[in-house]
Nanobody, 120 residues
Framework: QVHMVESGGGLVQAGGSLRLSCAAS????????MGWFRQAPGKQREFVAHIGWSTSSTAYADSVKGRFTISKDNAKNTHYLQMNSLKPEDTAVYYC?????????????WGQGTQVTVSS
């Protein structure tokens, strides 16, 4: 059974930083894409960033480009989201997820989410 567990959320002032971690277990992810999503109150879940587990290729939402960095540690089966220059509008529950690295694949594995709150 696949498990994805986020950690690292919390309360931070605007301009501060947080690093989220997502520990994955239960299968190998060699041909997967590992992503981060977020959902703010009253809004739909939105894509934040993703990284190819074997390719290391990355993609970011325009709203976080230049501020957030996604990375991974294959040996630890963990991927990360370094969030710098945080803004109040970054406040949301952040979820990690995984999908096959194939065009059209849906994210099939999800974590439980971790709260990030940015105060002004």
């Amino acid at each position: 059974q696949v498990h994805m567990v986020e950690s690292g959320g919390g309360l931070v002032q605007a301009g501060g930083s947080l690093r989220l971690s997502c520990a994955a277990s239960g299968r190998t992810f060699g041909n997967y894409i590992m992503g981060w999503f977020r959902q703010a109150p009253g809004k739909q879940r939105e894509f934040v960033a993703h990284i190819g587990w074997s390719t290391s290729s990355t993609a970011y939402a325009d709203s976080v480009k230049g501020r957030f960095t996604i990375s991974k540690d294959n040996a630890k089966n963990t991927h990360y989201l370094q969030m710098n220059s945080l803004k109040p509008e970054d406040t949301a529950v952040y979820y990690c997820a995984a999908r096959l690295g194939r065009s059209g694949s849906a994210y099939e594995y999800w974590g439980q989410g971790t709260q990030v709150t940015v105060s002004s």
